[in-house]
């Protein structure tokens, strides 16, 4: 009787934590939505370049080391004001996005991984600056 009714409730759980696994990995990363459209000026903290980016969804910063790279991601944190991603691009590197929202048009985003064969890790702050050319 023990066994069936381990069975029954194992039955019972099974559609709940199937469905519960693709809310985890892909988790539509509402913060990101909230963030002006347009183009977005890059000033990295290191002194580098200055990077002007066309948003047109908020996940353009999510891969800055692997664009247009269709790479497989993981959310690792998802709140109001904090994404965290995790990405591997089979054959061409891997990794890790913080980005922190301080408004609308101001976030912080810090990255690192390996691309082309070389680690990098970047800080870098990005605002909003007009409208896509």
């Keep these: 009787m023990a066994r069936k009714r381990a069975f029954i409730l194992a039955a019972l759980g ?3 934590a199937l469905l519960a696994v693709p809310g ?3 988790a539509s990363l509402d913060m990101l939505d909230t963030l002006d459209r347009g183009e977005w000026e890059l000033r990295f903290r290191d002194g580098g370049n200055v990077r002007k980016i066309c948003l047109r969804t908020g996940r353009e910063f999510l891969q800055l080391r692997h664009p247009g790279t269709n790479c497989n991601r993981f959310v690792v944190e998802n709140s109001a004001s ?4 995790q990405y591997t691009c089979r054959g061409n590197g891997y990794g890790r996005t913080h980005i922190r929202k301080e408004s609308t048009g101001l976030v912080q985003i ?3 991984g390996i691309a082309g064969g070389k680690p990098f890790q970047f800080t870098a702050e990005a605002r909003q600056t ?3 050319n």
């Design 24 to 26: 985890v990995a892909q």
């Design 130 to 132: 007009g409208r896509c």
């Design 82 to 85: 904090d994404v965290t991603v």
């Design 110 to 112: 810090d990255g690192q």
């Design 14 to 16: 099974a559609p709940f």
